[in-house]
């Protein structure tokens, strides 16, 4: 399983960095987009809620490829003002629906940590032609 590590500066202008580097990682896996959409909703989630977003603040994403799955996982560094959860925000909120879309894409979403640091880790599972034959509603 290759896993694949980066560490990007905690300015919110590195989402999109983190977001390229998670598609050309990827090189057009069939999973490539949901999860580079993941590491900018988590990537959010740890410039807005922990040191990560501090002057000198970092976010960690670490991708790990399988013939069975994609994992993603955002480490934060730590100093949290929240706990991750995922809410439910009122239709004219602008905030609070990042853990939410994540938790919609992925398998399996699992918070380990505490106010030191978290890892949030999205896993997409099964073979992407299965999801793409999926009826549309």
Same mark, same amino acid.
């Given at each position: ?63 790990? #490829? %399988?013939? &069975? *799955?994609?994992?993603?996982? @955002? ?6 003002? +929240?706990?991750? =959860? ?15 879309? #994540? %938790?919609? &894409? *992925?398998?399996?979403?699992? @918070? ?6 978290? +890892?949030?880790? =999205? ?15």
């Amino acid at each position: 399983m290759p896993t694949h590590r980066h560490t990007f500066p905690g300015d919110p202008q590195e989402l999109r960095a983190a977001r390229n580097w998670t598609r050309a990682t990827l090189d057009e896996h069939p999973h490539s987009e949901d999860a580079a959409l993941i590491v900018t909703e988590l990537g959010t989630n740890a410039l807005m809620h922990t040191a990560s977003g501090d002057d000198a603040g970092t976010f960690h994403v670490t991708l790990t #490829v %399988s013939e &069975l *799955a994609v994992t993603i996982a @955002v480490t934060d560094s730590g100093d949290a003002k +929240t706990s991750p =959860a995922i809410q439910h925000p009122s239709p004219n909120s602008t905030h609070g629906r990042g853990l939410g879309m #994540v %938790s919609a &894409l *992925a398998d399996r979403v699992v @918070v380990q940590g505490d106010d030191s640091g978290r +890892t949030v880790t =999205a896993e997409l599972r099964g073979r992407a032609e299965l999801r793409e034959s999926a009826p549309c509603s």
